[in-house]
């Protein structure tokens, strides 16, 4: 068996891939399990094992293409080219597909999911896997013609991220309470409502023992490591106030909410790839 996967097991595994994907975005039940069986018989001898990290760098290429990934196919991003070529044309006719996700991003949430311990949400951040590149580390590579991104698309629901700060200033409430701190908890402020969007943070908290906490809010329907899209004031302001500002983010948001948080300045706990850039004619 040879290491290098040829153009028709490349292919058949992204088809087998987006397949999964739509069903997923559409909330219907698969198999990854049988669908790994299944491929087996149409791979180069390949193992299990080896399918599974061939998704995961389907994944990786997607999040790079605007997508959403698959739930528990956590992104490897040392994928070959040929890969990142098969995903990108495949998605340029993958109308169902990309019918499936803009439904799944542009989806209305009213109201933040009945969550029965909140401060049971929180969780480490996650750690990406060593192979991953480091932003710089390499020439980019050409994202092709894709249509929309469709991660920035879901960052610009309002509604979804109105009910993740909501559900983050309950979280706050509940976690000054149970500290004893209730004089600090009648004070957090959801200043995005109150004062507006041009902060940099969306809630005024406080630590235990007065300090201010500033509290940015991120939210997603997808998994801990789909990216976040941050303004230039926010980055800045996670700078400028580094002692105070935290970075609160939520995933998962549709199912069983789940936050990790990234204390200080996000330039020093991400990794920061400008995508657009404020153009002037010379």
Same mark, same amino acid.
């Given at each position: 068996?040879?290491?290098?996967?040829?153009?028709?097991?490349?292919?058949?595994?992204?088809?087998?891939?987006?397949?999964?994907?739509?069903? &997923?975005?559409?909330?219907?039940?698969? @198999?990854?399990?049988?669908?790994?069986? @299944?491929?087996?018989?149409?791979? @180069?001898?390949?193992?299990?094992?080896?399918? &599974?990290?061939?998704?995961?760098?389907?994944?990786?290429?997607?999040?790079?293409?605007?997508? /959403?990934?698959?739930?528990?196919?956590?992104?490897?991003?040392?994928? #070959?080219?040929?890969?990142?070529?098969? %995903?990108?044309?495949?998605?340029? %006719?993958?109308?169902?597909?990309?019918?499936?996700?803009?439904?799944?991003?542009?989806?209305?949430?009213?109201? /933040?999911?009945?969550?029965?311990?909140?401060?049971?949400?929180?969780?480490?951040?996650?750690?990406?896997?060593?192979?991953?590149? =480091?932003?710089?580390?390499?020439?980019?590579?050409?994202?092709?013609?894709? %249509?929309? @991104?469709?991660?920035?698309?879901?960052?610009?629901?309002?509604?979804?991220?109105?009910?993740?700060?909501?559900?983050?200033?309950?979280?706050?409430?509940?976690?000054?309470?149970?500290?004893?701190?209730?004089?600090?908890?009648?004070?957090?402020?959801?200043?995005?409502?109150?004062?507006?969007?041009?902060?940099?943070?969306?809630? #005024?908290?406080?630590?235990?023992?007065?300090?201010?906490?500033?509290?940015?809010? =991120?939210?997603?329907?997808?998994?801990?490591?789909? /990216?976040?899209?941050?303004?230039?004031?926010?980055?800045?302001?996670?700078?400028?106030?580094?002692?105070?500002? #935290?970075?609160?983010?939520?995933?998962?948001?549709?199912? #069983?909410?789940?936050?990790?948080?990234?204390?200080?300045?996000?330039?020093?706990?991400?990794?920061?790839?400008?995508?657009?850039?404020?153009?002037?004619?010379?």
């Amino acid at each position: 068996m040879s290491d290098h996967w040829s153009q028709e097991e490349v292919e058949a595994t992204v088809s087998d891939y987006l397949e999964m994907l739509a069903m &997923e975005l559409r909330g219907q039940t698969f @198999n990854k399990a049988k669908h790994n069986r @299944n491929l087996l018989s149409r791979l @180069n001898q390949r193992s299990r094992v080896a399918i &599974e990290l061939k998704h995961q760098n389907i994944s990786a290429v997607l999040i790079g293409l605007g997508y /959403p990934y698959i739930d528990g196919y956590k992104p490897l991003f040392n994928y #070959q080219e040929l890969l990142h070529r098969v %995903v990108t044309e495949r998605l340029m %006719v993958a109308t169902s597909l990309q019918d499936a996700a803009a439904a799944a991003v542009e989806q209305s949430m009213e109201m /933040p999911p009945s969550v029965n311990d909140l401060l049971s949400m929180q969780v480490a951040p996650p750690i990406r896997a060593k192979e991953t590149p =480091k932003l710089y580390d390499r020439e980019p590579r050409v994202r092709g013609l894709v %249509v929309r @991104n469709y991660l920035e698309m879901e960052s610009r629901n309002r509604s979804l991220g109105a009910a993740g700060e909501k559900l983050v200033v309950e979280y706050e409430h509940q976690r000054l309470w149970k500290a004893g701190k209730r004089d600090l908890a009648d004070r957090i402020e959801h200043v995005s409502n109150t004062k507006g969007d041009h902060l940099g943070f969306d809630i #005024q908290s406080f630590e235990t023992d007065g300090r201010e906490r500033l509290i940015e809010v =991120k939210t997603t329907r997808f998994g801990e490591l789909t /990216p976040f899209f941050a303004s230039k004031n926010e980055v800045e302001v996670s700078a400028q106030r580094e002692a105070e500002y #935290q970075l609160y983010r939520l995933f998962k948001f549709n199912e #069983q909410p789940r936050l990790y948080i990234l204390p200080g300045s996000l330039r020093k706990s991400c990794s920061l790839d400008p995508i657009q850039f404020s153009v002037l004619p010379s």
